[in-house]
């Protein structure tokens, strides 16, 4: 409602019509790995505890750049930069 996150409602349906039509894959895990890996997090609830699997099949998103009308803002999310020690 707010605009600062989306929602998965139904992870099955996601993964089987809507990541084979721009992803590769249609592996709900994977799609979820890329979103961590560009700043985007799962949003835990605090009636949910973080613990226990919700009751419905939602899942919600969030990126402080990935705001409803700020298009301008979506330039600044980029994949995270991981640095090789040697």
Do not use: C, W
């Not at 084979?20 to 709900?28: A, E, I, L, T, V």
């Amino acid at each position: 409602q707010s605009g600062s996150s989306f929602h998965v409602f139904d992870q099955g349906q996601f993964a089987k019509e809507v990541l084979p039509k721009y992803f590769k894959h249609s592996n709900m895990a994977s799609f979820v790995r890329q979103l961590n890996m560009y700043g985007f997090r799962k949003v835990v609830h605090i009636e949910q505890g973080g613990l226990v699997k919700p009751e419905k099949d939602d899942t919600e998103f969030q990126h402080p750049y990935f705001i409803r009308g700020q298009e301008h803002l979506l330039e600044n999310i980029k994949r995270k930069v991981t640095s090789v020690s040697s």
